[in-house]
């Protein structure tokens, strides 16, 4: 593909359900990103793909976010037991490799918990 | 962590006129990237500019590592330049990127 893309688009679910967001980065590309951003701020780091495994996770903010990268290409961020405060834009960025590289963002995700 | 900020948070501009964002940041970088993230939220990367200048069109940036600030500059603004302009650098020796707080630009007709 040309970008990096994220499916859905929107996703609204009310609190307490499970939601999962798809990311798919620019083929090739062996570095893959979360962020989220909230309104009117920048983004801010999630966790971080080498390939298949987590390189950090720092950002996650609570056990109830993971994110999967099983064949080291298509990610997905998985939130259990969804909350008001997790409403905001995931993003998703891949670089060619990990180390001094530019991250390309794909569209994001807007999610809203009623 | 590293610590960035940005200035003027807002920016009003006639279209037509010339304009400088800036980016200081707290500690060495070894990469710096300017994105514009567009009124649909879509971050379009402009520069990925670890030091000195680079130009594409009407853009510029420059980035002096060792007084830890980047510049970017936008020439005979458009429209379309409207949007939010964010500088990010990476935690040394780690690749996730630190925003800065961005600078909101509009462009009026």
């Known amino acids: 593909g040309a970008g990096v893309s994220q499916t859905p688009s929107n996703k609204v679910t009310e609190k307490g359900k499970y939601v999962e967001l798809r990311c798919d980065p620019i083929?090739?590309?062996?570095?893959l990103y979360w962020y989220r951003q909230s309104l009117g701020q920048g983004p801010e780091f999630l966790i971080y793909?080498?390939?298949?495994?987590?390189?950090?996770d720092s950002g996650l903010p609570n056990d109830r976010f993971f994110a999967v990268r099983p064949e080291g290409s298509v990610s997905t961020l998985k939130i259990q037991r969804t909350e008001r405060g997790d409403s905001a834009v995931y993003l998703c960025?891949?670089?060619?490799?990990?180390?001094?590289?530019?991250?390309?963002f794909g569209p994001g995700t807007r999610l809203t918990v009623l | 962590g590293i610590q960035v900020e940005q200035s003027p948070p807002d920016l009003i501009l006639q279209e037509g006129a010339n304009s400088t964002l800036r980016c200081n940041f707290s500690?060495?970088?070894?990469?710096l990237q300017w994105f514009h993230q567009n009124p649909w939220g879509q971050l379009i990367n402009l520069f990925y500019?670890?030091?000195g200048t680079k130009q594409n069109g009407r853009l510029s940036a420059t980035t002096v590592a060792t007084e830890r600030y980047s510049l970017l500059y936008i020439s005979s603004s458009q429209t379309t330049d409207s949007g939010v302009y964010f500088c990010?650098?990476?935690?040394?020796?780690?690749?996730?990127?630190?925003f800065g707080t961005g600078t909101r630009l509009t462009i009026i007709p």
């Open positions: 960025a891949s670089s060619r490799q990990m180390g001094g590289d530019t991250q390309y």
């Open positions: 083929s090739g590309h062996t570095a």
């Open positions: 793909f080498q390939g298949t495994g987590a390189a950090d």
């Open positions: 500690d060495s970088v070894n990469n």
């Open positions: 500019i670890p030091s």
């Open positions: 990010a650098v990476p935690n040394f020796g780690n690749e996730k990127l630190t």
